[in-house]
């Protein structure tokens, strides 16, 4: 889907154009967002940020995203935004902005503050499965591809089981939150191998890349130090390492290539 098999996971309010293309070096896709696309999921926000949580606030997050895609237009990267929203419709609206784009577009069932939970965002949709198998549905109308970023440890939730109801609603990778359970990667990956897997949380250098890679992951991202580039470039060195050291072992020697 992208390489480097490194990206940079979205962290609200922080990742926009400008963090993506610092980051552009080093990485080869980039999550932008979060940001809340209809009114319900923009109170959510404000009260997140009135409690000092940073967040994009905009009273036009179509023009927001437009925006913020225009910059990278030009960039090799491949970019997706990461969205919440309380229906379908703007699902729907923000992935045909980003397929004009050509880009792709992450439904949050992620975030875990209590004013998204408690609006039916963030990490509530994955016990809601039907109503986010609608979501990435809607999304994928367009011709954007369409992604869903989730949590591990979710009471009650089973991520090996849901993942193949996404890639069947047409979800083509899926952003793994691992937190403490990285072998949750390797059970997702089984349950649907036809989804391109991401692996998020602790991502920092050869031996955390190299574990999530273990389970199976097609590629890591990095969060929080998204903006540290000492950290980047050691992650993709480790990841390039780890894919084409893969490459290699699958290559055919000498006396194969004659057999042939």
Request: negative net charge; charged residues 25%; hydrophobic residues 45%.
């Amino acid at each position: 889907m992208f390489s480097p098999r490194l990206a940079v996971a979205s962290l609200s309010g922080e990742s926009d154009a400008d963090w993506a293309r610092a980051a552009s070096p080093h990485v080869g896709a980039a999550f932008l967002g979060g940001v809340a696309l209809d009114q319900t999921a923009q109170e959510a926000a404000h009260a997140l940020v009135a409690r000092g949580r940073s967040e994009f606030l905009t009273d036009d997050p179509l023009g927001f995203v437009a925006d913020q895609l225009t910059a990278l237009d030009d960039s090799d990267l491949f970019v997706a935004v990461n969205v919440r929203a309380t229906s379908t419709d703007p699902i729907r609206e923000v992935a045909a902005v980003c397929a004009d784009h050509g880009a792709g577009v992450e439904v949050n069932a992620h975030c875990r503050q209590a004013e998204l939970c408690a609006i039916g965002c963030g990490e509530s949709l994955l016990r809601d499965t039907a109503r986010l198998v609608d979501y990435v549905a809607a999304a994928a109308e367009s011709d954007a591809p369409v992604g869903v970023k989730v949590r591990a440890e979710v009471e009650g939730v089973d991520l090996a089981a849901l993942a193949p109801k996404l890639a069947d609603a047409g979800a083509s990778w899926l952003h793994v939150d691992a937190m403490d359970s990285e072998s949750v990667v390797a059970d997702v990956v089984a349950a649907a191998p036809d989804l391109f897997v991401v692996a998020n949380n602790g991502v920092r250098d050869r031996e955390t890349a190299h574990e999530y890679l273990r389970y199976g992951a097609d590629a890591v991202s990095v969060g929080r130090p998204s903006d540290d580039p000492v950290v980047l470039s050691r992650v993709k060195e480790a990841a390039s390492e780890w894919f084409e050291s893969a490459d290699e072992s699958h290559s055919p020697d000498e006396s194969e290539a004659s057999a042939r």
